[in-house]
């Protein structure tokens, strides 16, 4: 007897690429942002940004090894990203019973593993390309960037943003790919293992998950 | 996603009983408890402490067929597959995740049809016929290359677009997730699929290659996942949706519910900060200052969005109204 996954199959598929997120368009955007680190300053900007240094990351994956990913990825991640306002997010009501060390010390799991995630995912590069497709206002004044990630000899991958103003700049705050918003899904996991395990339990994992990606 | 408390129809009930047997059956892993709280997540209002998500009442039985089904992975499906993929060339392997994949193209087509896609239901007929003769009984995509991109559609998918509501979330014995509505949908889809009524080694195969499909996902998903059970049922669910509006680009009422919690939570840490006499000037985020006046304001908000969406709609049917009055009056 041979379990038959069929339905969870096909989106699987991309699950890989959940993280395996995004590229960029312009090369010389791409060097310019490396040289500059000027503040981006429209939404897309900020995304685009993001993805050229994703791309350039997975180029000279294999060179850089974990960590050099990670300390390269680190910086572009923090800026592009409201890390800080997702972790608490992602634990909802639970958030507010925790006390200010555990939120911190969420938080600090959280920017971590993160970024290990993507310096896991992000290890090669196979001719992928990252094609903004539209931009869409939010009722809440928020901006969702539409994009699409292209591989080679496989179906496409769409990857929403979704964007909020911090201050003078744009965040990332939820990425969703091919509708599977990753937010939503932290979410439903974290606040589950709150309630059924507790917080010890929950920062247990998480740094279980980020001492894997590192091996 | 309200639906489950009335949704629980004799069909769903009857389903839960002949799940809850096979599992019995098969499993040996169902325990006393596992009626019990089955039972009782029918009964417990949503909100209760025991039910954590409305739309998996079951979890706790759900749970156990869950890892009652990855210990079948583990020790049966995993190795077998593994094997399958070390002793097929990739190019095998790719010819008979084609072949497959072409057999329930017949099913895509119908249910292109069903649900009124019939240009779609034009390009996958192409599909079909292009990838079975030129593409050799389907083992190669010939046409991909060509431009006819390979399309999802199931009779799960045909039942979400007719209306029917989604339902519970379900762990099935060897099967896997799916919801009251994927059962149906199951099933037809099984008897659409030219590969139910060939000879038992094709079906095998057939598995073969399904779980050696499944094998990066899976591995993903131990990776990333803190709880599994959880991280599964979250990203099908949201994916299935996906697949019933063929990922239209707007933003769906889940992803912008969470968004506003965003703000929300601006708006909260705003009156507290206000709360908080005569401290140094908090971190405020200019955006947040527009409305920090609480609950009400925030359901006057949502339901003027909701107005506005129903205002627009109304206002493009004015619209093509006119145009046909226009167009009798000339």
């Given amino acids: 007897m041979i379990i038959k996954i069929e339905k969870i199959q096909h989106l699987m598929g991309f699950f890989l690429i959940l993280f395996t997120v995004s590229l960029v368009q312009a090369e010389e955007q791409k060097t310019r942002m490396v040289t500059e680190q000027a503040m981006p300053e429209t939404a897309r900007q900020v995304v685009e940004q993001f993805q050229s240094v994703l791309l350039d990351v997975m180029k000279q994956g294999q060179a850089l090894g974990f960590q050099g990913r990670f300390d390269k990825l680190a910086p572009a991640i923090t800026q592009s990203h409201d890390l800080t306002k997702i972790a608490r997010i992602a634990v909802g009501r639970e958030w507010k019973k925790l006390a200010d060390d555990q939120q911190q010390e969420l938080v600090d799991q959280f920017i971590k593993m993160s970024i290990s995630a993507y310096a896991y995912n992000f290890k090669a590069y196979d001719n992928e390309l990252f094609e903004f497709v539209s931009q869409e206002e939010t009722a809440r004044g928020g901006i969702i960037i539409h994009s699409i990630f292209k591989i080679p000899d496989d179906k496409d991958v769409k990857f929403d943003y979704m964007m909020k103003k911090k201050g003078d700049s744009w965040k990332i705050i939820n990425v969703i790919a091919n509708g599977v918003s990753d937010l939503a899904l932290r979410r439903s996991e974290y606040t589950s293992m709150l309630k059924r395990q507790g917080f010890e339990a929950l920062i247990a994992k998480i740094i279980e998950k980020t001492e894997n990606y590192a091996k | 996603m309200r639906l489950n408390q009335e949704n629980l129809t004799m069909k769903t009930r009857f389903l839960l009983a002949f799940v809850l047997f096979s599992s019995l059956l098969l499993g040996g892993c169902a325990s006393k408890d596992v009626v019990d709280s089955s039972a009782e997540g029918a009964v417990i209002e949503p909100g209760a402490e025991l039910v954590e998500d409305e739309r998996d009442p079951y979890e706790s039985f759900n749970r156990k067929v869950y890892s009652f089904n990855n210990q079948v992975d583990t020790y049966v499906a995993k190795p077998v597959s593994d094997a399958y993929l070390w002793v097929t060339p990739t190019l095998v392997q790719t010819g008979i995740a084609n072949f497959f994949s072409n057999l329930k193209e017949i099913n895509v087509v119908i249910n292109d049809t069903l649900q009124g896609k019939f240009k779609q239901g034009a390009e996958d007929t192409g599909r079909f016929a292009v990838n079975s003769t030129i593409g ?92 599994p059970y959880v991280f599964t049922r979250e990203s099908f669910l949201q994916h299935r949706k996906f697949l019933i509006t063929d990922g239209e680009s707007e933003a769906t009422d889940d992803a912008l519910d969470l968004e506003s919690e965003f703000y929300e939570d601006d708006e909260l840490l705003e009156t507290e900060s206000e709360n908080v006499i005569e401290t140094t000037t908090q971190k405020t985020e200019p955006e947040s200052k527009k409305n920090s006046d609480d609950v009400e304001e925030l359901n006057a908000v949502s339901d003027y969005e909701q107005s506005k969406a129903e205002l627009e709609k109304a206002t493009l049917e004015y619209r093509a109204v006119s145009k046909e009055l226009e167009a009798v009056q000339q």
């Fill in chain 2, 136 to 227: 050799l009984l389907g083992i190669f995509d010939v046409a991909t290359e060509l431009g006819l991109e390979k399309n999802e559609e199931d009779f799960a998918q045909t039942l979400a677009v007719w209306g029917v509501p989604q339902g519970s979330y379900l762990v099935l014995p060897f099967i896997g997730p799916t919801t009251s509505r994927g059962i149906p949908g199951s099933v037809f889809d099984t008897a659409a699929n030219p590969t139910t009524y060939v000879g038992f080694p094709v079906q095998l195969v057939s598995m073969l290659n399904t779980r050696a499909n499944a094998e990066g996902a899976l591995n993903f998903i131990d990776e990333a996942a803190l709880d």
